[in-house]
């Protein structure tokens, strides 16, 4: 498996649409990923620590496809649309890592 993993840096003042996010974002995921070896989407709302410390993100989110031939061949074609997408739920630039998925 190959994963794509975005994170979204906490900032002050910062804006994060979490009901557009969870709904019409992750239907684009699975729109434009599905044919091309999708295997799950999701994202984790990060939240104060045990301390009350504040979270240092505010959402990690993770796209897994079956290898990375298939997101290599895939992704370029998702990534303008998704991308472009990210305005429409928040003004924090993500950071994005890509690597195969070890258990």
Not at 7 to 27: C, I, M, N, S
Not at 45 to 70: H, L, N, R
Request: some cysteine; proline content about 11%; hydrophobic content about 45%.
């Amino acid at each position: 498996m190959f994963r794509l993993t975005a994170v979204y840096p906490a900032k002050e003042g910062a804006r994060f649409d979490w009901d557009y996010y969870k709904t019409r974002h992750f239907d684009l995921v699975r729109e434009t990923c599905a044919p091309h070896g999708l295997v799950g989407a999701g994202a984790v709302q990060c939240v104060p620590g045990p301390d009350g410390s504040p979270a240092p993100y505010v959402a990690v989110a993770t796209i897994d496809f079956e290898s990375a031939e298939k997101f290599a061949a895939g992704f370029p074609v998702a990534a303008p649309i998704l991308m472009g997408d990210i305005p429409n739920f928040t003004d924090i630039q993500p950071v994005i890592t890509v690597g195969p998925v070890h258990s």
